[in-house]
């Protein structure tokens, strides 16, 4: 049963449109984004979506962003160092995702993840604005559960994903009418293509 999660929400229509569709709802409250809210637009989101609710943050530390935030899940989107990991081992029930470039630089930080932790795991370009490394990705989703793919899926492209059969796929960019601003009708677009694969695989 492959997942969505529609990321970079930052209108509350959006949130609601996408739950329909999506699940997980992507927020991103770091200020290096131009997909950035503060960090309050998540609680006035949660109560109206229904789905649980990603905080995604670039920079800051582990405690700090945990801190801040009422969200279901805890998404950072950097390489973290050992120290940071045994961090988000520190919080027991809280469910964090882990972003893991698509290069096999990282092979061995993301057998570390999967060795040490039971979090998600998301396979992303390793250089903003560039699609991810399929073939890395296909080699990963075969060594763990957990994985998601991001990074250039469109309603156009998403079944060159779907075929890797992950456990998630991560859009943002690929479901806007321009940034921050989501396209209501890519989302269903998103969704179409990805039921029969929920239903069949």
């Given at each position: 049963m492959i997942k969505i999660k529609f990321?970079?929400?930052?209108?509350?229509?959006?949130?609601?449109?996408?739950?329909?569709y999506a699940d997980f709802i992507g927020i991103v409250t770091d200020p290096v984004s131009p997909r950035f809210v503060k960090p309050e637009f998540i609680d006035i989101v949660k109560p109206l979506v229904?789905?649980?609710v990603v905080n995604v943050k670039v920079n800051g530390k582990i405690e700090e962003i945990v801190k801040e935030t009422n969200a279901d899940y805890v998404q950072i989107h950097r390489?973290?160092?050992?120290?940071?990991?045994?961090?988000t081992l520190s919080y027991g029930e809280k469910k964090f995702i882990l972003y893991v470039?698509?290069?096999?630089?990282?092979?061995?930080?993301?057998?570390?993840?999967?060795?040490?932790?039971?979090h998600l795991i998301l396979i992303d370009s390793e250089k903003k604005g560039e699609k991810v490394?399929?073939?890395?990705?296909?080699?990963?989703?075969?060594?763990?559960?957990?994985?998601?793919?991001?990074?250039?899926?469109?309603p156009e492209n998403v079944e060159e994903f779907l075929r890797l059969e992950p456990y998630w796929l991560d859009i943002s960019s690929g479901i806007e009418k321009f940034k921050s601003k989501k396209d209501h009708d890519?989302?269903?677009?998103?969704?179409?293509?990805?039921?029969p694969w929920i239903f069949t695989q």
């Open positions: 990321c970079g929400i930052s209108h509350v229509e959006d949130a609601i449109i996408a739950s329909r229904g789905k649980p390489v973290l160092t050992v120290e940071e990991l045994e961090t470039p698509s290069s096999l630089k990282y092979e061995e930080y993301f057998n570390l993840i999967v060795k040490k932790t039971n490394n399929l073939d890395i990705a296909r080699k990963w989703v075969k060594e763990y559960e957990k994985v998601g793919i991001g990074g250039g899926i469109t890519k989302m269903i677009k998103i969704a179409e293509k990805v039921k």
